[in-house]
């Protein structure tokens, strides 16, 4: 109980001494140090009842909360954990008109027109950039995409709905390939990317199944 008292003074004593002068920073420092003052004490009543002691500080620190995803992203966007991605999605991207997709490709990924949306039977047909040849800020966003294996996990975010992907496979084909673009019976997402990285020469696709 002395130990308490005591504590509890000279917390109230730094206060009192430096209260003029406190900065943003000090600020989040006393926080800190009532937080430890109070561990203190919870471990010195424990001694004082006779009972083994178990302080863990940082469980009595403040949860931090998880920062909105943008509402243009909510309305249609990618997210891969794994590979840190989170971009919004563009809506029926004409894919054999040129200049509309790499106009779309400078705002985020691109949605295949014609293919199905995320919650339809059928294929959600998503390509993007992988190389920074190309102008913009999505121009690297699927450099990564080969990381991907199977079982991992991908989100695709459609009016404020969540749809959650698993890997099923990962293929390379030919450019002129337009079997990935295949319908399908059952539901699928498929992501496409130019490879090699930095060349046009094939695709590099990623197709995965509703978990």
Same mark, same amino acid.
């Given at each position: ?8 003074? #000279?917390?109230?004593? %730094? ?6 002068? @406190?900065? /943003? ?12 003052? /109070? ?14 002691? $178990? ?20 309305? %249609? ?5 794994? *590979?840190?991605?989170?971009?919004? &999605? &563009? ?24 293919? /199905? ?9 998503? %390509?993007?950039?992988?190389? /920074? ?8 966003? %699927?450099?990564? *995409?080969?990381? @991907?294996?199977?079982?991992?996990? &991908? ?13 099923? #496979? ?10 990935? *673009? ?15 990285? $930095?060349?046009?020469?094939? $695709? ?8």
């Amino acid at each position: 109980m002395k130990v308490k008292i005591a504590l509890v003074f #000279e917390v109230k004593n %730094f206060f009192q001494k430096h209260k003029k002068v @406190l900065t /943003a920073d000090s600020a989040v420092m006393l926080v800190a140090l009532f937080i430890f003052t /109070a561990a203190l004490i919870s471990y010195y009543e424990t001694i004082e009842k006779g009972q083994s002691p $178990r302080i863990n500080v940082f469980s009595q620190l403040p949860t931090s909360t998880s920062t909105p995803i943008d509402p243009k992203i909510m309305e %249609f966007g990618l997210e891969i954990d794994k *590979l840190n991605i989170l971009v919004p &999605i &563009i809506k029926n991207v004409d894919g054999n008109n040129k200049s509309s997709y790499n106009k779309a490709l400078q705002n985020g990924v691109a949605h295949y027109k014609n293919t /199905a949306l995320p919650g339809e039977k059928g294929n959600v047909f998503i %390509f993007g950039h992988s190389s /920074a040849n190309v102008k913009g800020d999505y121009s690297e966003t %699927f450099a990564s *995409l080969n990381d @991907l294996e199977e079982n991992d996990e &991908i989100i695709v975010y459609y009016e404020s709905n969540e749809h959650k992907y698993k890997v099923k #496979e990962k293929k390379i084909v030919e450019a002129t390939d337009l079997s990935v *673009l295949d319908k399908g019976k059952e539901e699928n997402l498929t992501l496409m990317t130019c490879w090699p990285i $930095r060349t046009k020469e094939k $695709r590099l696709v990623v197709v995965a199944v509703p978990e």
